[in-house]
């Protein structure tokens, strides 16, 4: 049981934005994923996902290789993931981002609904009803009524998450999941991602914010200019010559 990725490159003409990378994430842990602007994490997380294909390299959810696989069949693997800037539906209520996390790659339901059959009224009670028990899970029932856009932005990213383990993941990647957030919102975001860990999901975390990191992760791998510069645990990372230079230009 494992999310591996194995050897992994992606070039965009002559620029190599993935060169040789591999790294590993089980049920279970928190693993991270840092370097600095351009070392080619956001391309490690769109190659995960389906979003860009690979040049070389594998992608295998527990042993199943989606290497070349679209980003629904990723998804149906068990790979979820957020994204750096919020992407919520802004005019929708929070229960409504999250039924959408749920419904939205059954087309026959669509239809149903359409056609304001009364099985899929029965269905979208039970839709709602699975909604809040995923906010319920994040903390976020007191705002299931509420417009997604007048929430906090922390409050935002915990409704992203929730749509995220809507599909019932066996991993979710988060791209940086604390940009813009303060103290306390980032230490209840780390609370929620234990507890989603403690579940059993594995996840693959990538941040800059190395105080988050280091707090929630049990190994970090570090990129720089599509290489893999190092790995290790947090106290060998943060000690690791080499990383040090990358973040502070030596």
Do not use: W
């Amino acid at each position: 049981m494992t999310l591996e990725i194995t050897h992994v490159s992606r070039s965009f003409g002559g620029v190599r934005a993935v060169q040789d990378v591999s790294l590993r994430v089980r049920p279970g842990q928190i693993i991270g994923l840092i370097g600095p602007n351009g070392a080619g994490k956001s391309s490690m997380v769109n190659l995960i996902t389906g979003v860009l294909r690979l040049d070389t390299g594998s992608i295998c959810v527990d042993g199943r290789d989606v290497s070349a696989d679209t980003i629904v069949g990723v998804s149906r693997a068990g790979v979820s993931r957020t994204f750096q800037n919020v992407r919520l539906l802004r005019d929708s209520t929070v229960l409504e981002n999250v039924a959408l996390g749920l419904t939205r790659e059954d087309r026959s339901s669509t239809l149903r609904c359409l056609l304001g059959l009364p099985s899929a009224r029965r269905e979208l009670r039970s839709i709602d009803e699975q909604a809040m028990r995923i906010l319920d899970q994040v903390g976020m029932t007191a705002y299931a009524h509420h417009i997604a856009s007048a929430l906090a932005y922390g409050h935002q990213r915990r409704v992203e998450i929730a749509r995220a383990i809507a599909v019932e993941p066996k991993y979710i990647l988060l791209d940086e999941p604390v940009a813009g957030m303060n103290d306390v919102e980032a230490a209840e975001l780390g609370e929620l991602l234990k507890a989603l860990a403690a579940k059993g999901i594995g996840i693959l975390l990538i941040e800059h914010n190395m105080a988050f990191v280091h707090s929630l992760c049990s190994h970090i791998y570090v990129l720089n200019t599509g290489n893999m510069l190092a790995e290790g645990t947090p106290a060998a990372i943060s000690a690791h010559p080499a990383v040090i230079a990358a973040y502070l230009g030596a």
